[in-house]
């Protein structure tokens, strides 16, 4: 990932602190914990050396002992008295140890999640294959869901295809009935009727990129619960509608947000709209309200309108599309309440 390095080097003025797994990924091509310092040359601290000599890093060192004590003593060597740390995913030991030296600190989230916000074709493809098994979980469910069957049942026909992902992208959620009122909840025991709203949102991670996808079913839907469904439908075609080249993310979020209270809903509404996919399940670009992000060539995101009314249920319509001229949904399984 040699490419990356040196973009990164073109974008900045200070050398840069690398410690999350996401980046360190992004940066060397393999996955795994340590810490990457780049500036003119690039060196990776880290315990498990054989795995980051199948690396385009040029230095590796292997601690003694932890892994922040070489570092310090390399910033020491090197004589580095200022680096660049994205602060957005600095965890908290790591700030302890980075605030009680005397290296002054720079903030390069924005750097960081603007490059990775913009896509390599390798990357898209490898977010598309991940797509693609997200699509036939979704298929094995909507075939075999039926009154009666637990929320963790369904679980287990989504994980049918994860031998053949890294891993899943998050923890499933699946909530049914008075548990489709709340945005985030793990699957339960609890049995789905037929008149229950369902929403099922799951992703893979094929290669180290995520997917995400989202449907919400009913077996034997009243009009009323069609009619939201068609609510949600329309606000996701309206969003897609708004997305363009160099529009900001928080006015399509804008505009969605105004077509909800017409209908007295966005006070429901309760988190952003969609984000970005790729390394993280949660990246650049952020589709919340006020985002200054704006779409560019290459971007991978989601765009997701849902609304959870207590007593009544909730819907959530989520699929992740590319961006490049135009927008391509790389989610495919249908839009249908009753599977």
């Known amino acids: 990932m040699l490419e990356n390095i040196q973009r990164l080097r073109e974008r900045t003025n200070v050398p840069i602190l690398i410690l999350d797994e996401a980046n360190i990924r992004y940066y060397t091509g393999v996955a795994q914990s340590g810490a990457l310092l780049i500036d003119k040359e690039e060196t990776l601290v880290t315990h498990d050396v ?19 004590t070489e570092l310090f003593q390399l910033l020491k060597k090197k004589k580095i008295k200022r680096v660049g740390v994205a602060f957005e995913s600095l965890s908290y030991p790591w700030f302890k ?12 989230s924005k750097t960081l999640s603007g490059m990775r916000a913009v896509k390599s074709d390798q990357e898209i493809e490898k977010i598309a294959n ?35 992902a890294e891993d899943m992208a998050f923890n499933f959620i699946i909530a049914s009935g008075p548990n489709s009122e709340y945005t985030h909840v793990s699957p339960s025991e609890r049995r789905v009727a037929l008149t229950d709203f369902v929403i099922v949102d799951i992703g893979f991670r094929v ?21 939201f469904y068609e609510t949600m439908l329309e606000a996701q075609q309206l969003a897609i509608a708004k ?30 709209l969609g984000h970005g996919v790729g390394l993280d399940i949660h ?7 006020g985002s200054r992000d704006k779409f560019k060539d290459n971007m991978v995101f989601t765009i997701e309108p849902g609304i959870h009314i207590p007593e009544f ?22 839009h249908k309440l009753a599977p």
């Not at 249920?313 to 249908?334: A, C, H, M, Q, Y």
Request: proline share 3%; charged share 25%; glycine share 4%.
């Open 283 to 289: 990246e650049a670009p952020n589709l919340s309200k």
């Open 50 to 68: 054989e795995l980051a000599q199948t690396s385009s890093v040029h230095y590796i060192v292997k601690p003694k002992d932890r892994t922040s």
């Open 243 to 272: 997305v363009h080249l160099g529009a900001s993310c928080g006015s399509v979020y804008g505009a969605v947000e105004k077509f909800f209270k017409k209908d007295d809903l966005a006070r429901y509404w309760k988190y952003s």
């Open 130 to 164: 991940a797509c693609n098994l997200a699509d036939r979980a979704m298929l094995e469910i909507a075939n075999n869901l039926s009154a009666g069957m637990s929320e963790r049942q369904i679980r287990q026909y989504a994980l049918s295809v994860l031998p053949q």
């Open 97 to 108: 140890k980075l605030s009680s030296s005397k290296i002054k600190l720079v903030d390069v």
């Open 313 to 334: 249920g909730g819907v959530r319509i989520e699929d992740t599309f590319l961006f490049n001229k135009s927008i391509k949904p790389l989610t495919k399984s249908e």
């Open 207 to 227: 290669d180290g990129y995520n997917s995400d996808l989202t449907r919400t079913f009913c077996l034997s839907p009243s009009r009323e619960q069609k009619d």
